[in-house]
């Protein structure tokens, strides 16, 4: 067998007009628009439960059958039971979610490294209950969110696959 190498990606696979930005902090529209694209994945999921919550449904009751309604606040409680997770994986596993691996963002700790799993679900909390709180990248100088501040955590532009 041979030993198994790990190959690691060079920054010459990162476009020529991203790599100035490789490793800086990430503004308020790079950010806002990949959270906007974590919530339509969110909000498919949450339709897709809707979906087989109302299949199930009619295979119980074929005959008198009518699609859930008067669902109220549940709909965004099951949003946030469905955003938590996602985000907390998604950080501690690769460090993006789908929104950040579409704008070649990155979420790291102070030293740069992926969120460990107790981090990343205080971020998830944090980015659920306090979703406003990335709008402070606007007017903070060095492009961090009030999530970031509290936590100690950066979002960085990265267009590698992996990191260290």
């Known amino acids: ?13 990162v ?4 790599r100035p930005y490789q490793g800086r902090r990430a503004g308020v529209v790079t950010r806002v628009t990949a959270n906007a694209l974590d919530l339509l ?6 339709c897709v439960i809707y979906a087989v919550v109302a299949g199930v449904l009619f295979l119980l009751r074929p005959t008198s059958f009518h699609f859930p309604s008067g669902l109220g606040w549940s709909i965004p409680v099951i949003g946030g039971v469905v955003a938590v997770p996602y985000l907390t994986l998604c950080w501690r596993m690769t460090g993006r979610t789908y929104g950040d691996a579409v704008l070649g963002l990155r979420v790291v700790n102070y030293d740069g490294q992926r969120l460990r799993l107790v981090g990343a679900l205080l971020r998830a909390l944090f980015c659920v209950f306090f979703p406003i ?3 402070w990248v606007a007017v903070s100088p060095a492009n961090r969110s009030v999530q970031d501040v509290v936590l100690r955590t950066s979002v960085v532009y990265d267009w590698l696959p992996t990191t260290g």
């Open 15 to 18: 476009p020529t007009a991203a």
């Open 41 to 46: 994945v969110i909000v498919v999921i949450v």
């Open 133 to 135: 709180g990335v709008l």
């Open 1 to 13: 067998m041979r030993p198994r190498t790990e190959r690691r990606p060079q920054v010459s696979t």
